[in-house]
């Protein structure tokens, strides 16, 4: 049976935050995941497991297992329990031509929650680079990865879908820029809670908008200071953290990971405050975003505000679905090639262990380097016809005269 590149997927475009963030997986729960899974699955010789903000999916390379029997077995695993109405938050397909379109889309943009996402092919890098180091590239999936950057950077290259912000950090600070105005916000007090990615974005966005009164709270206090001497900002207390005392900041944006509604409490305070949740599971419990002082925004509010650079975006939709399709084009000729390959590559073994064979037993007694140097003349000379199969006596005539050099 013919080994296929397959997806199941949970995303924006199917599931709510509130269903999406059951299914996000930690960084130090993926190795579980994935190991439960290909135990699960033996046959599975390739796997990606991505997860965003928006999304949790995992494309896998099989012979026999089916999308509907891993899907199954994933939700039962993430839950605990097998609920038969989460399935209708998936989709997933089983064919690799689809998959690769999928594949495709999401990394170029198209399939974001904001058009053209950017951030969306670092995370996808980094899943990748997650599959390496456990082994678990699998040939369909490694070219499929090729197309994914390739396509990419023909995107960069050749449209103006990039244009514009796209980044989820950098519009949270202009955010609170437009709340405060430009001049006001730079000496207002903030807190970035985390450490990670998006805290570390936003920290590099904020040298083009300068705010002065930076302050990081992080459960793991040695990367918060990694980040104070980096950044020239101030710690804040974990445990004021845990207690939702947040003394008088003017806002305090939020980006931990796997810490749901860790923000629970505004404090009985009367001016006017911002709070940005970056985080999925969400950090700050959206009932905060009811107090008539507490100007809220998560992630779902934070992409429509991007819609500004929607229209340029829209204007190179259709070169960019040309470019993806043109990649996927390439990918399904070598796809369909594949059994040619393999076919040739065994040849090629073949040919040489019968050179190399007739070498050894017609022809004077040599070393095995000088057998290995005939050998690989003969075997040039040989695939250079355009027979794919080449007759004995012409193979005894070309070994003949490459032996006599």
Known sequence: MKCSLRYISISHKTATVTQREQFYISDPAKHGVVKHLCTVFPD????????????????FESEKTSTDSFRDEF??????????????????????????????????????????????ICQIKKAYQFSIAHDLQGSLLERAMQSVFKCHKRISNETHFRDGTTSVAYKALKM???????????????????????????FKYNSKFNFKQLYIGNRTKSKALSLTKMYECKLYDWKKVLANDFGDFDVIISGVSNRHHLITN???NSKKRVFIDLALPANIDPVLAKMPHILFYDLDTISLELEDTKATRLAAIQKVALIKEEELQEYNKWYQEAPLRATLANYKIELNQKVTDYVE???????????KVITGRVMRN?????????PDEEMKEIIAVHASL
């Open 44 to 59: 599975v010789k390739g796997l990606l497991l991505l997860v965003t903000c928006n999304r949790t999916e995992v494309y």
């Open 75 to 120: 939700i039962s695993l993430i839950l605990k329990k097998r609920i038969t109405e989460s399935r209708v938050w998936f989709s997933q397909n089983d064919t690799t031509e689809s998959t690769v379109m999928h594949l495709l889309k999401v990394s170029s943009g198209l399939d974001s929650k904001v058009l053209g996402d950017a951030e969306i």
């Open 176 to 202: 609170i820029r437009t709340t405060y105005g430009r001049e006001a916000t730079k000496e207002k007090k903030i807190l970035f809670i985390g450490a990670g990615e998006i805290v570390r974005q936003l």
């Open 266 to 268: 505004a404090n009985k």
């Open 361 to 371: 037993e017609h022809l004077e007694p040599m070393s095995e380097e000088q057998i």
């Open 382 to 390: 040989l695939l250079k016809e355009s027979n794919l199969y080449i």
